[in-house]
């Protein structure tokens, strides 16, 4: 048995075809199903069941692809420690990003890591909060950068930046002239939200329950991108991110009317790592970056 054939078994157990899996691997067919027959000759089990029409897991061979996955991620563990050793600024870093951050911060601050840490591969993967912090947990990602607060004690948590939102309207709308808003003013607004599973929905959801304003359930979109259009559209308003906002005729981005920044409905995005991570330097010091970077764009 060795780690090859182990990343052929997990290959076949996610394709689910023999083909795909032998050129995900970059070998031939008649290698992969070769080196598949010794490693059950070598366990004694049956991993795969072959049909003419598909290929299907025994019960003991989903067993033996989980801890296979395991194996494997601990073995990449074992060639990042080693390569973190020689370079701790270098070498791989699996980042995770919520969808309504990814577009608008993404673009300002990669340029200034690959300038302050030249030999470092960032690997971008971009998911809602659920999906990107179950994989951080389970060493898939080596960091997040989502929406605060995470509820994890086995996470380090370092604050970025809050930006703002601001009310989203059509330049049509009655209150598209105001210079600032109030929750008075938007108190009986219907608000176009993001779908289900988006963390930006349920703030935007608190801000509504606050002001009285209430959600347009005819509607739900799944990017900041379709709510912006079908506000220009005027359909309707929405709440928007500052870092997203982008100047597009037909819209109109209006501040809310309080004291401080402080005051005004916003949401604080952080990044996020394992505690036990061997990363953490790394991190420190993205971390510093990462809010100089910010700090330019939102004032």
């Given at each position: 048995?060795?780690?090859?054939?182990?990343?052929?078994?997990?290959?076949?157990?996610?394709?689910?075809?023999?083909?795909?899996?032998?050129?995900?691997?970059?070998?031939?067919?008649?290698?992969?199903?070769?080196?598949?027959?010794?490693?059950?000759?070598?366990?004694?089990?049956?991993?795969?069941?072959?049909?003419?029409?598909?290929?299907?897991?025994?019960?003991?061979?989903?067993?033996?692809?989980?801890?296979?996955?395991?194996?494997?991620?601990?073995?990449?563990?074992?060639?990042?420690?080693?390569?973190?050793?020689?370079?701790?600024?270098?070498?791989?870093l699996r980042l995770g990003v919520i969808p309504t951050v990814a577009p608008y911060l993404l673009p300002r601050i990669l340029g200034p890591i690959r300038k302050h840490f030249p030999k470092l591969r960032i690997q971008l993967n971009e998911g809602q909060t659920t999906d990107i912090s179950a994989r951080l947990r389970a060493g898939e990602l080596d960091a997040v950068i989502l929406a605060l607060p995470i509820f994890d004690d086995r996470a380090e948590v370092r604050p970025l930046y809050r930006e703002a939102f601001y009310f989203t309207t059509s330049t049509q709308h009655e209150l598209a002239n105001r210079k600032q808003?109030?929750?008075?003013?938007?108190?009986?607004?219907?608000?176009?939200?993001?779908?289900?599973?988006?963390?930006?929905?349920?703030?935007?959801?608190?801000?509504?329950?606050?002001?009285?304003?209430?959600?347009?359930?005819?509607?739900?979109?799944?990017?900041?991108?379709?709510?912006?259009?079908?506000?220009?559209?005027?359909?309707?308003?929405?709440?928007?991110?500052?870092?997203?906002?982008?100047?597009?005729?037909g819209v109109r981005y209006i501040p809310f009317n309080k004291p401080t920044r402080a005051d005004a409905p916003h949401r604080e995005i952080g990044l996020c790592w394992r505690r036990a991570s061997s990363r953490g330097d790394l991190l420190e010091a993205m971390t510093v970056l990462l809010k100089s970077a910010v700090g330019e764009v939102l004032h």
């Open positions: 048995m060795n780690i090859r054939d182990l990343k052929y078994l997990v290959a076949v157990a996610e394709c689910r075809h023999f083909g795909h899996a032998a050129e995900l691997c970059h070998v031939s067919q008649p290698t992969l199903s070769t080196q598949l027959k010794k490693l059950e000759e070598t366990l004694d089990v049956v991993l795969i069941e072959r049909t003419n029409r598909q290929v299907v897991l025994s019960s003991v061979g989903e067993k033996i692809v989980a801890q296979a996955k395991r194996v494997l991620r601990e073995v990449d563990e074992l060639n990042r420690i080693a390569q973190q050793h020689r370079d701790p600024f270098g070498g791989d808003v109030n929750e008075r003013d938007i108190a009986s607004e219907q608000m176009l939200l993001l779908e289900d599973g988006h963390c930006l929905r349920d703030q935007a959801l608190a801000v509504c329950e606050g002001a009285g304003a209430v959600e347009n359930t005819n509607f739900r979109a799944t990017s900041l991108e379709t709510l912006r259009q079908m506000v220009r559209a005027n359909v309707g308003t929405t709440l928007m991110p500052e870092l997203a906002i982008t100047k597009i005729q």
